[in-house]
């Protein structure tokens, strides 16, 4: 699967957003800026009612939660979405994976309101990064 067959709500985060479409771990750690990305991981392969939500909402979670710092955006691969699902011990998609410096710092499944958002994406984001 390429950008080019995603929903297009999806492919619209790397067409008309900029968004990086990223295969592997060490692509995102390559590509993405050292600080804190969000990662969309849109159940490729298995078409999903939430996924063109997420979609919509996720540049408005960039803005909201990097307000006072620089954050990203980015969609995952099939692989790297396989590859980060197992990683992560089998989340749920569609989802968003927190990423720091290109590593997963943890994750978000499924459709959420906007305050729920806020609320477990920035528990996420006051972890600690695991040293590698």
């Not at 803005?63 to 990683?87: C, D, H, N």
């Amino acid at each position: 699967m390429t950008p080019d067959t995603l929903h297009p709500l999806v492919a619209r985060l790397t067409t008309a957003l900029g968004y990086p479409y990223l295969d592997s771990e060490e692509e995102a750690a390559a590509t993405l800026p050292a600080g804190d990305s969000l990662l969309f991981l849109p159940a490729h392969g298995k078409a999903h009612m939430e996924t063109p939500d997420i979609a919509v909402v996720l540049p408005e979670l960039v803005g909201a939660l990097g307000a006072s710092a620089t954050m990203s955006g980015a969609v995952a691969g099939p692989a790297y979405e396989k590859q980060l699902r197992e990683q992560l011990g089998g989340i749920a998609l569609p989802a968003i994976v927190v990423l720091r410096g290109g590593r997963p710092l943890g994750s978000l499944s499924r459709m959420r309101d906007w305050d729920e958002f806020l609320e477990r994406l920035s528990a996420v984001l006051a972890r600690p990064a695991a040293s590698h």
